[in-house]
């Protein structure tokens, strides 16, 4: 098997797909729709157990508030929460954490990385931030954390609050900046503009972050490749730590589903796969020869000595991970879990001082190792090495089908201790990997 993976033959010539509804990007396995209400209790128990040692912890808060809604949006956001229920959503939060101190797996434990996403982080004041943030390390100190790290949406940064972001400790700062065209930005429901982008940038710069990130959308309504590579000129003009490029995709959750749909639309009105995974290979290939090296299928660093994604990786290793608010999810001792995905209910179960989880399911260890196999082979490759020693699997005897397949399409190959995508396998990594999935996965809904 090791002979025939060797050589990849030349690139294969693709067609164009149209882009329909449903999950594309896989962040977790078993896919979503497996996590039941019925198994919540594996998650109470596996937060009654004392910490596998060694085991890396993280912490997620969930910010849902923005001032608008993207058309493209599938997370929890709220755009109608006036300034007392922002108030009352931060105590509860800080209330769930509290309940999260006092159980065993934290055993004393400090979190290696700490994580604010969205909804827009940035969306709340200094005063806000500064006292959460307070309550928060009262409670599980980051003196230890190796990251912390902070999205935003450019338009509600000032320069005070940039300033307070960086003196909370925030060593990566992640801007959504999606795209340089104000016209796209507007037609995808954007808040910001263009001006917002490079004035929080200029700022973020002066205020020596460590790492400040871009994140950038391929195939956005209306996106030419004309205006994508201005895009990609301008994000290397801009110089950043690292650049984050996802492929758009249209989950059901989403404003342009519900006009597809009314519409009687199968296929979205954005650019189909094979014309995204170009735009993507062209950024990467640009990047590239600013001095960048491709780190993943979604990013590129310009110094890998010391721009690291702590988040993920460990993640993607098995790391704990305690997920606060609304719809966050959790990982605790091999347990998911998810909190409750609408304000009402996470809201009630807080102030009764119950942890407000929804649903929870404890995979099978061969379903953990497909986990970690899933998230790591979009890095691009994966080690034979790991998955023998932590799982006792040869990944070319358990997987020879797939990997055979990828190879005769040059997809993949193999290296000594590596099993790796090529550039066209890696632009194309969230489809691939699902054939790594067990049979009863791999045709069911994901979310």
């Given at each position: 098997?090791?002979?025939?993976?060797?050589?990849?033959?030349?690139?294969?010539?693709?067609?164009?797909?149209d882009t329909t509804a449903g999950n594309y990007f896989v962040s977790n396995y078993p896919p979503f729709s497996f996590w039941k209400p019925e198994r919540v209790g594996d998650a109470e128990a596996a937060l009654d157990r004392p910490p596998a040692p060694g085991t890396p912890l993280g912490l997620y808060l969930h910010i849902?508030?923005?001032?608008?809604?993207?058309?493209?949006?599938?997370?929890?956001?709220?755009?109608?929460?006036?300034?007392?229920?922002?108030?009352?959503?931060?105590?509860?939060?800080?209330?769930?954490?509290?309940?999260?101190?006092?159980?065993?797996?934290?055993?004393?434990?400090?979190p290696q990385f700490v994580y604010f996403g969205g909804g827009t982080p940035s969306y709340l004041s200094e005063a806000q931030l500064e006292h959460l943030t307070d309550e928060m390390k009262a409670l599980l100190p980051w003196d230890a954390a190796e990251e912390v790290t902070f999205e935003c949406e450019p338009g509600?940064?000032?320069?005070?609050?940039?300033?307070?972001?960086?003196?909370?400790?925030?060593?990566?700062?992640?801007?959504?900046?999606?795209?340089?065209?104000?016209?796209?930005?507007?037609?995808?429901?954007?808040?910001?503009?263009?001006?917002?982008?490079?004035?929080a940038y200029y700022f973020a710069r002066e205020l020596d972050f460590p790492q400040i990130n871009i994140d950038l959308i391929?195939?956005?309504?209306?996106?030419?490749?004309?205006?994508?590579?201005?895009?990609?000129?301008?994000?290397?003009?801009?110089?950043?730590?690292?650049v984050t490029i996802y492929q758009m995709e249209i989950p059901f959750n989403t404003h342009i589903y519900q006009e597809m749909k009314a519409a009687g639309r199968l296929v979205a009105p954005?650019?189909?796969?094979?014309?995204?995974?170009?735009?993507?290979?062209?950024?990467?290939?640009?990047?590239?020869?600013?001095?960048?090296?491709?780190?993943?299928?979604?990013?590129?660093?310009?110094?890998?000595?010391?721009?690291?994604?702590?988040?993920?990786d460990s993640l993607w290793q098995g790391a704990d991970l305690v997920g606060l608010g609304v719809a966050s999810f959790s990982h605790v001792g091999g347990t998911h879990f998810q909190n409750q995905h609408d304000f009402e209910p996470y809201v009630a179960l807080l102030r009764e001082n119950r942890?407000?989880?929804?649903?929870?399911?404890?995979?099978?260890?061969?379903?953990?190792?497909?986990?970690e196999l899933v998230l790591q082979f979009k890095l691009?490759?994966?080690?034979?090495?790991?998955?023998?020693?932590?799982?006792?699997?040869?990944?070319?005897?358990?997987?020879?089908?797939?990997?055979r397949?990828?190879?005769?399409?040059?997809?993949?190959?193999?290296?000594?201790?590596?099993?790796?995508?090529?550039?066209?396998?890696?632009?194309?990594?969230?489809?691939?990997?699902?054939?790594?999935?067990?049979?009863?996965?791999?045709?069911?809904?994901?979310?």
């Open positions: 098997m090791s002979a025939a993976i060797a050589q990849p033959p030349a690139r294969p010539v693709a067609v164009d797909t849902p508030f923005c001032r608008k809604r993207c058309h493209f949006c599938y997370f929890k956001v709220y755009t109608d929460k006036d300034s007392t229920a922002i108030k009352a959503y931060l105590d509860l939060a800080l209330r769930e954490l509290r309940l999260y101190a006092a159980r065993p797996f934290i055993g004393g434990r400090k509600t940064l000032s320069d005070h609050k940039l300033k307070t972001i960086r003196d909370l400790g925030v060593t990566r700062l992640s801007l959504g900046v999606e795209n340089f065209n104000d016209h796209i930005l507007d037609i995808n429901g954007r808040a910001h503009r263009s001006k917002e982008i490079r004035r391929a195939g956005m309504v209306e996106e030419t490749e004309a205006n994508w590579r201005e895009c990609v000129r301008q994000t290397i003009e801009l110089a950043p730590d690292s954005v650019a189909g796969w094979q014309t995204k995974r170009a735009w993507v290979d062209y950024a990467f290939a640009e990047l590239e020869n600013a001095g960048y090296c491709v780190a993943s299928a979604y990013t590129a660093v310009r110094d890998p000595a010391r721009t690291r994604f702590v988040y993920r942890l407000p989880l929804y649903r929870a399911l404890t995979p099978s260890n061969e379903e953990r190792m497909i986990r691009g490759h994966v080690s034979r090495g790991y998955f023998q020693q932590k799982f006792g699997v040869d990944l070319l005897q358990r997987f020879t089908e797939p990997l397949t990828w190879s005769s399409l040059g997809l993949a190959h193999s290296n000594g201790d590596a099993v790796a995508f090529t550039r066209e396998g890696l632009l194309q990594a969230d489809r691939l990997v699902r054939e790594l999935f067990l049979p009863e996965h791999r045709n069911a809904r994901y979310a």
